[in-house]
């Protein structure tokens, strides 16, 4: 009981910090707990920090990590996950809640809401920091990891997508080596423009030409890296549409019945998956063209492997439904942030 009281105090003070306009760091909630919310965590969470950690962090041993719950209503999903190291130095819950009719009501309320709470090895509450963005910016350093590992050009980026995912991916993206195009597409253009506006404020996008095409095709030809980050239940495109180079990282559809990524593409693909186990159970992207005959599923490797793999020809899917071992090694930065 103490526990759930000691999230439900750090998270009563959300409004309460929130509406005073407070973005320092690290801030006390409670007397129990740290806050981060939004800013603070962009401000403590380097791109190029956390995606060196990741790597770091990949293969370290669990205590355990269910694969997440996910429930589903025709209104959204309710999402939460849990791990530990094994060595129980630090542990973690997240719960996001993901509603797409937020959108719609035009008030400000963001899609996904939620919270991560970091525990350290007594059960102590550590940390409390907004959910969505933290998973953000853990979900956009893997697919920059991935991409570090496994592109065999970088030149050409291409985000399919203009959201909140695409904002945190793009601006991740931006930080590799080599990168000197990114282009942006989304079904409703007024948000890719919007995006780029956005991008092209930040410092690490000045050398970077960032432009919309509103056409997909326009937008995948010659791209040396896609990265898909939607919500689309059905593929987006598909073989013919793309370089037979190219790095696709699937970072959006995360249930068994949705995918980005026509059979074609996965069918011919080198494929990878951040985390194993979830996929397998998950990730429609697979499971649909392996119901179909077209994939046998143990074609696919865990992406702590890519580091030793290195680029391929062809195509190479690296398909990202979250694993909290990501979590826990974006926790770790947070916490030695403090």
Partial sequence: MALLRSDKIALDRREDVMTAGCRQPNRN??????????QDLEAQ??????????????????AGEPVRIVQSDDKGHLILMAASWQDLSLSLVKVLY??????????GTPVLNG???????????????????????????????ATEWLSMSNTCHCIIGAGFEAYYHAKALARLKGVKTMRLWNRTPKAAYALQEKLCSLPQFSHLSVRVHEVIEEALVDADVITTVTSSPEPLF???MIKKTVLINAMG??????RELSS???????????????????AGDYL???????????RVRPLARAAHDGPMPGITVMKSVGSAVFDLACAECLVMSK
């Fill in 115 to 145: 919270s991560v709470s970091i525990y350290r090895h007594d059960g102590e509450v550590i940390a409390v920091a907004d959910g969505a963005t933290f998973t953000g910016l853990r979900t956009a350093a893997i697919a920059a990891l």
């Fill in 238 to 240: 598909n073989a013919q």
């Fill in 29 to 38: 909630v409670g007397g129990l707990s740290m806050w981060f919310g939004p």
């Fill in 98 to 107: 993901e509603r797409p009719e937020n959108k719609m009501r035009g008030n």
């Fill in 288 to 298: 649909i063209p392996a119901a179909e005959g077209l994939l046998d599923l143990t």
């Fill in 264 to 282: 074609d593409i996965v069918a011919q693909a080198t494929l990878y998956a951040d985390f194993l186990p979830a996929c397998l159970q998950e």
């Fill in 253 to 258: 559809a995360y249930l068994p019945h949705t």
């Fill in 45 to 62: 969470l380097d791109d190029e920090i956390l995606r060196r950690h990741l790597a770091k962090r990949l293969t370290v041993p669990l």
